[in-house]
């Protein structure tokens, strides 16, 4: 389980938006049940154009993932491309992390009399007399 921090900025984060947010972020959770917080910040800025602008951190031990979203969108399409974002991240993470191969050494290598005494044990105990 993990913690989820929304705040906004210039933003209203009702229970609405709050419970939107939480339903996206749920879905980084079934990637990686590692997660143990999430802060996601709502920001809006008034220029030539109304842009919403949504950020979020994913920590997870050891490492922490960022992105943020720019759009004059409403709020779900921004959600959306944010945890698509956080989603790759968090896809190419756990690829990293769990894909690891056992690299063979010089210790892990039978040596020719080994093998020769597998094989005559292994020979014993196909007759039984093991």
Same mark, same amino acid.
């Given at each position: 389980m993990y913690t989820l921090n929304i705040s906004g900025h210039h933003v209203q984060s009702g229970e609405e938006v709050q419970e939107v947010v939480k339903e996206k972020m749920d879905h980084l959770s079934r990637i990686n049940n590692q997660i143990t917080s999430i802060k996601v910040i709502l920001n809006t800025e008034k220029h030539e154009i109304h842009e919403l602008i949504v950020e979020a951190s994913v920590h997870i031990p050891g490492h922490d993932l960022f992105a943020t979203v720019k759009t004059d969108k409403q709020l779900k399409p921004a959600? /959306?491309? %944010? !945890?698509?974002?956080?989603?790759?991240?968090?896809?190419?993470?756990?690829?990293?992390?769990?894909?690891?191969?056992?690299?063979?050494?010089?210790?892990?290598?039978?040596?020719?009399?080994?093998?020769?005494?597998?094989?005559?044990? /292994?020979? %014993? !105990?196909?007759?039984e007399v093991i």
């Open positions: 959600l /959306d491309l %944010l !945890v698509g974002k956080l989603e790759k991240q968090l896809i190419k993470y756990k690829a990293k992390h769990t894909g690891r191969q056992h690299h063979i050494n010089a210790n892990d290598v039978e040596s020719a009399e080994e093998r020769q005494e597998q094989a005559e044990f /292994d020979e %014993l !105990v196909e007759r």
